[in-house]
């Protein structure tokens, strides 16, 4: 159980194009799922938090207006990186909160490998 | 604001013996939980082990283990009989009232046959 997908895994996109990113929850209904990035042989970087039905709240830092991010089910957030460029390449990771879980336990999706060329 | 210190960026062990994963963090908070995670190459987050801060004993799952000192605000990982599998990064992870998760920087683990 608690199964988290991402899609896609991977993604090469243009500068200046966006590209968006799914997170689903598979078996469980999340009532808050978190957007990290990390970039190579570092730590993962929180860069919002995203509460279904309501605005993400972003970290110190993060552009809200480059990485939109919609909770619109308990099952499903999406981030889209706007008018991409090579610095936004990296590696984003979303992770979920189960509703009737633990308020600590955070279930992880596999990751989504962003190129912007 | 909380802050999760791994000092150790790399580590090597022989297969079948134990090593140890040095974290420390700093809070004020008094409720929280602590978390080792396993990134291996695939890049998936993998939960490891947890300890609450309100329970004294240490947690443990199979071969892994830790030593929590509330009071020295450590929580260190130990990993018996170490192998080939467990080569990955590791993150140590704190998380509180706020419910979000700060990572340390990790620490490379590597495992030789």
């Known amino acids: 159980g608690a199964v988290v997908s991402q899609h896609p895994s991977r993604v090469i996109c243009k500068s200046g194009t966006s590209v968006k990113i799914e997170c689903r929850s598979l078996?469980?209904?999340?009532?808050?799922m978190f957007w990290y990035r990390q970039f190579p042989k570092q730590s993962l970087m929180l860069m919002a938090t995203?509460?279904?039905?309501?605005?993400?709240?972003?970290e110190q830092g993060v552009e809200k207006d480059k990485f939109l991010i919609n909770h619109a089910s308990l099952t499903l957030s999406t981030l889209t990186v706007t008018s991409a460029h090579p610095e936004d390449s990296s590696f984003y990771i979303c992770?979920?909160?189960?509703?009737?879980?633990?308020?600590?336990?955070?279930?992880f999706g596999p990751g989504t490998r962003l190129t912007v060329t | 604001a909380q802050t999760v210190t791994q000092s150790q960026p790399e580590m090597s062990v022989q297969e079948a013996e134990t090593v140890t994963l040095s974290c420390t963090y700093d809070?004020?908070?008094?409720?929280?939980?602590l978390f080792w995670y396993k990134q291996p190459p695939s890049r998936q987050m993998i939960l490891v082990i947890r300890?609450?801060?309100?329970?004294?004993q240490n947690a443990t799952e199979n071969r892994f283990s830790v030593n929590f000192q509330k009071a020295a605000k450590s929580f260190s990982l130990k990993i018996s009989d170490s192998q080939l599998g467990d080569t990955a990064m590791y993150f140590c992870?704190?998380?509180?009232?706020?419910?979000?998760?700060?990572f340390g920087k990790g620490i490379t683990l590597s495992v030789r046959p």
């Open positions: 992870a704190f998380t509180g009232a706020n419910s979000k998760l700060t």
């Open positions: 995203s509460n279904e039905g309501s605005k993400a709240t972003y």
């Open positions: 078996d469980f209904q999340a009532t808050t």
């Open positions: 992770s979920a909160r189960e509703v009737a879980g633990s308020p600590y336990e955070q279930y």
């Open positions: 809070t004020s908070e008094s409720n929280y939980y």
């Open positions: 300890q609450e801060a309100y329970k004294q």
